[in-house]
């Protein structure tokens, strides 16, 4: 009797400790999405995966990206310009962290695939002092260099195109003008638009200064833009785009990048906005900087040819995105 009384009772736990697991079991597979479908309304790229399996989105995964890469592609360094196409970043996919974050996504989710860079061999960031009048080829992207060394009526009308217009610019800013005009650098900056450097005067070409006057003319620059700011440029681009190997070797001393173009508005010279917009439109590519300065045409010119540059398909970006390596084209987004 006292063997089958714990034999009974052995059994009697056992089956207890059974349904414990078998409820355990479906309580964390409701919860836990490596054992339960995919929730309700979400998506992987626009393809609906709700209720798949694990094992289902796996294979829809692997056989969308299992093979994908999107190689990096090297800076160009030309030595007889002294001059630098920046790099940009290659991708490959992360299938697990992907599939993991499609299973555990919330209803109505959007998902996108986990990317990992692949960084190029050679960047920009090997030749400092190299100058940069474009960004690369590959990105569907642009950017508006505004050169203001005087005046200060056309100033707010640009920033209000931009805005309108959702497109960005970048203002570099002759020191001389800046100090004069500190509210207005402010409010450049607080509506979100860059401010770079000019250098401090236009009155010279600063091939013309010694290396000590040209030093300290982009840090008085630089004082004035953080000052306003609260940000020192980045970035220089010469008066009359003039350049030599030492005026380049002392930018990039300052921590400074020079930046030059690769269409030019030539606005100063009015030459009239149809001359403006077929001279920009005509020769707009990938990765452009776009020259002009604050004048009555060109805030026509901004009006009239901004909406026509973004039907082409290009984004018109700040400098710093424009030569910014991290870029996935829009079609694999």
Do not use: C
């Amino acid at each position: 009797m006292f063997i089958l009384f714990i034999s009974s009772r052995t059994k009697i736990i056992s089956f207890l400790l059974l349904l414990i697991v078998i409820g355990a079991f479906f309580l964390i597979s409701s919860f836990n999405p490596r054992f339960s479908g995919v929730e309700p309304g979400v998506s992987f790229l626009g393809q609906n995966m709700s209720g798949l399996t694990r094992e289902e989105v796996t294979e829809r995964v692997n056989a969308r990206f299992g093979e994908w890469l999107l190689s990096p592609v090297d800076a160009v360094y030309n030595p007889d310009l002294n001059s630098i196409i920046p790099e940009l970043w290659g991708y490959e996919v992360n299938l697990q962290e992907t599939i993991n974050n499609i299973m555990s996504a919330a209803p109505d989710e959007d998902v996108f695939p986990f990317y990992e860079p692949i960084l190029p061999d050679i960047t920009i960031k090997d030749y400092p002092w190299a100058y940069i009048d474009r960004g690369n080829p590959k990105k569907k992207e642009i950017a508006l260099m505004i050169n203001v060394a005087w005046g200060t009526e056309f100033i707010v009308p640009i920033l209000d195109i931009l805005a309108a217009e959702e497109a960005y610019g970048t203002f570099f800013v002759v020191g001389k003008w800046a100090g004069k005009n500190m509210d207005l650098l402010k409010d450049i900056d607080r509506r979100g638009y860059p401010i770079e450097s000019h250098g401090h005067t236009d009155s010279v070409v600063y091939t013309e200064l010694s290396p000590e006057e040209a030093e300290n003319g982009l840090q008085e620059v630089n004082r004035i833009v953080e000052t306003a700011t609260g940000q020192e440029p980045l970035y220089f681009t010469p008066h009359k785009g003039e350049y030599s190997e030492l005026v380049l070797e002392i930018v990039s001393r300052q921590g400074m990048r020079t930046v030059l173009w690769s269409i030019d508005t030539v606005d100063w010279m009015s030459p009239g906005v149809p001359k403006m917009k077929s001279k920009v439109l005509d020769n707009l590519h990938e990765g452009a900087i776009v020259l002009m300065h604050p004048t009555e045409d060109t805030v026509t010119f901004l009006k009239e040819t901004i909406p026509e540059i973004k039907n082409r398909g290009f984004n018109i970006v700040t400098i710093s995105q424009l030569l910014n390596p991290q870029y996935l084209p829009a079609e694999i987004e």
